[in-house]
């Protein structure tokens, strides 16, 4: 192959993430909804017989399937299905910043408004129950911030043999930093809480 071949091959190539094939890829939305008067951010409570997080705190959303046009047309669909609501319900839908996590995962978060909360019906294999926050008790308290500590552990057949520094190599430790949000006996942490940290950002 020479340099001209080369240069064909590449010049067109939209960069993406490293592996982004392999990623479990979701997509969620923060929704707004009025509450007498005032703005609030809904939430949904994982119900008690899902496999995964029954009774966390989250956003509704979910996977990204293949008839799923765009990540914005999975977090509208996802939030449709699980609050027994209408697309058309579901308005001024907008990009927040996609979260790459850990363990492989994408999740493209939206923001969006939605029309006639009171016409919510959640679905229960799906959502517990719902409730609101007023966005400005968001915007006057910051979440508690402790830190996760990440240990650098090599499988017993690690070849140590091949790197410099063999079994005294200086792994980069890391952590990342867990955000507590809580209100009124409710607690939203994890990546639930780093996007509403993230929106709340914006939002000042």
Known sequence: MDINQMIQKLKNREPSILGEEHFFKSAVLLP???????????????SMNLRRQPGDICFPGGRIDEEDQ?????????????LGIKN?????????????????????PYVG????????????????????IPLDY????????YKVHFEVKP??????????GGEDYQWQMRHVNEMFYQYDGRVVWGL??????HFISLAK
């Open 32 to 46: 707004l909804v009025e509450v007498n008067q005032e703005l609030h951010i809904l939430f949904e409570v994982r």
């Open 88 to 108: 058309t319900d579901i308005v001024d839908v907008f990009p927040l910043d996609y979260v790459v996590a850990d363990m492989g995962r994408i999740i493209y």
């Open 138 to 145: 968001l915007l006057e308290n910051e979440p508690e911030i």
């Open 113 to 132: 408004r939605i029309k006639n909360p009171e016409e919510i019906v959640p679905n229960k294999d799906e959502v517990g129950e719902v409730f609101t």
């Open 70 to 82: 765009t990540p914005m047309h999975c977090a509208v669909r996802e939030t449709t299905e699980e």
């Open 192 to 197: 639930t809480a780093k996007i509403l940290y």
């Open 155 to 164: 499988a017993d057949d690690f070849p140590f043999d091949l790197i410099i």
